[in-house]
């Protein structure tokens, strides 16, 4: 669309934009068809019609030859004739420019030709436009400037004007805003300008809609500057958009949070960095709140993965719910600390923690199970390292492992006992000698070297201890008189 912003030329001499519609005291001639000029103030009517010009004065009408609309049937050859009455030009030395904006758009051979005569039409000068410009048509409108100087000179008091179309069914002419100036005026390259919001050209005049606008600038001497801009207003979209997001959510400009249901409003930016208006219907999904009772051994990693915690208490932790919002739990925890330690008295090893079952391990041998050894307590038989693990509801614990070191003993088993049984033993031992021993003497003695039970003055080669009121663990039984002696361990269970 082209506007013409300003028409105060101070070199203006004629003008018309037909307000009035065509003048009465012009000539209208049909030489041939069905077609001939009209005033508009709609455009062609015709099956195939062309955009009305956007002319500066388009308001207050145009005029137009409608071939689309009165020859559509294709009723011949078309001659129609425009002529204006009699202009006075005289009086100005300067050259003369006849000057117009007009849309055309061509189907088939047709002719547009602007003629000037200054004798009465005896004799006319022409001008003939168009030619070739095809479906595209001209811009619209497009600005045609003739130099009509010579064209007057003989008589420059007497001038005429005439639109002349010749052709068959075509789409048609619309021209509007004829002006006559004593000057040429100067045409500066167009200006491309894209916006947002409207634009003020460069005589004030205000670009609110797209389209193609011609600004008359005065300039200090001389004629006038026309300037072309091709605005574009940019569109500034309205949507909507339906959006289920959690609490809190954020508008797409990022510059507001809503926290409820709701229509909302946001502005964002498009692509050319013009407002677009959003329409949102928010639905919230609630976050959801859980409690749970927890017991762990020694420590406990929270459902989110974020935490380990190793002391009992309450605790918060938040995942994610199968909705995709935060789902906050309540824990009540318990942590079991079995925290298991031993004692050691002689061979015999205790676990000093309280448990439901246990089990004493061989640290020396790949922390293998002892067989049978399920007791709080474990006595060895033979020196090494061992420990006890201990099990409390589904917790367990291992004990750090303990050394066991038997005393050395100051003689050596020897022959004298044949043989000890039942060893181990928690009720009465038999002892069966190699010889007949007298006033010999029999001793128990612990591993820390106290004597915990005796016989004395024995005469025999058999002999029984009762070991019932003894302690757990391991022992050595000596055998003496003033010839022999001989010792052997023995091991209360």
């Not at 001939?36 to 207050?60: M, Q, R």
């Not at 420059?156 to 021209?175: L, S």
């Not at 020694?298 to 009992?312: A, H, R």
Request: charged share 15%; aromatic share 10%; net charge negative.
């Amino acid at each position: 669309m082209i506007f013409m912003t300003s028409t105060s030329f101070s070199q203006l001499l004629w003008s018309e934009d037909f307000a009035n519609g065509i003048p009465a005291t012009w000539s209208n001639v049909t030489v041939s068809g069905p077609v001939d000029w009209k005033y508009t103030t709609v455009g062609s009517s015709g099956a195939f019609p062309t955009a009305p010009i956007n002319s500066t004065t388009e308001g207050n009408g145009w005029i137009i030859i409608d071939s689309d609309g009165d020859n559509f049937s294709g009723g011949g050859a078309e001659d129609s004739q425009l002529t204006t009455d009699v202009i006075d030009l005289s009086g100005n030395p300067n050259a003369i420019y006849l000057t117009f904006q007009q849309n055309m758009r061509e189907w088939q051979a047709d002719t547009c030709t602007v003629r000037v005569t200054a004798d009465g039409g005896s004799t006319w000068t022409d001008w003939e436009i168009n030619n070739g410009i095809g479906q595209v048509g001209t811009p619209n409108p497009e600005l045609q400037v003739i130099d009509i100087s010579a064209a007057i000179s003989s008589n420059p008091a007497n001038v005429q004007i005439q639109f002349w179309w010749k052709g068959a069914w075509d789409y048609g002419w619309q021209i509007d805003d004829i002006n006559i100036y004593n000057c040429l005026p100067i045409q500066s390259p167009a200006v491309t300008v894209s916006s947002c919001t409207s634009h003020i050209g460069p005589d004030g005049a205000v670009y609110d809609s797209t389209g193609i606008y011609l600004a008359y600038v005065s300039a200090p001497a001389g004629c006038d500057n026309i300037i072309t801009t091709d605005f574009t207003l940019l569109p500034n979209p309205v949507g909507s958009m339906t959006a289920s997001e959690c609490s809190p959510y954020t508008s797409p400009s990022g510059n507001y949070t809503w926290t409820t249901p709701g229509i909302y409003m946001d502005t964002v930016l498009t692509q050319a960095g013009c407002d677009s208006v959003l329409t949102i219907d928010l639905s919230i999904i609630p976050s959801t709140t859980s409690s749970i009772e927890a017991s762990a051994c020694l420590s406990y990693t929270s459902p989110s993965g974020n935490y380990t915690w190793t002391t009992s208490g309450l605790y918060t932790d938040v995942i994610t719910n199968a909705a995709g919002c935060d789902s906050t739990i309540s824990i009540d925890l318990s942590i079991v600390n079995i925290g298991i330690g031993t004692t050691t008295s002689g061979a015999t090893i205790t676990a000093t923690a309280t448990g439901d079952t246990y089990q004493w391990i061989d640290c020396g041998n790949g922390n293998s199970f002892i067989a049978g050894e399920t007791n709080q307590s474990y006595t060895a038989t033979v020196a090494g390292d061992y420990a006890v693990i201990m099990y409390s509801g589904n917790c367990e614990d291992t004990s750090a492992c303990t050394t066991i070191v038997f005393a050395s003993l100051d003689e050596q088993e020897n022959d004298l006992v044949t043989n000890m049984y039942p060893n181990p033993s928690n009720s009465v031992v038999h002892l069966e000698l190699s010889e007949f021993l007298a006033d010999a003497t029999i001793s128990v003695i612990d591993m820390s070297g106290r004597m915990v039970q005796s016989i004395e003055n024995f005469n025999g080669q058999y002999a029984e201890l009762d070991v019932r009121k003894l302690e757990k663990g391991m022992y050595t039984v000596r055998i003496m008189n003033r010839q022999v002696s001989g010792q052997h361990r023995l091991i209360k269970n």
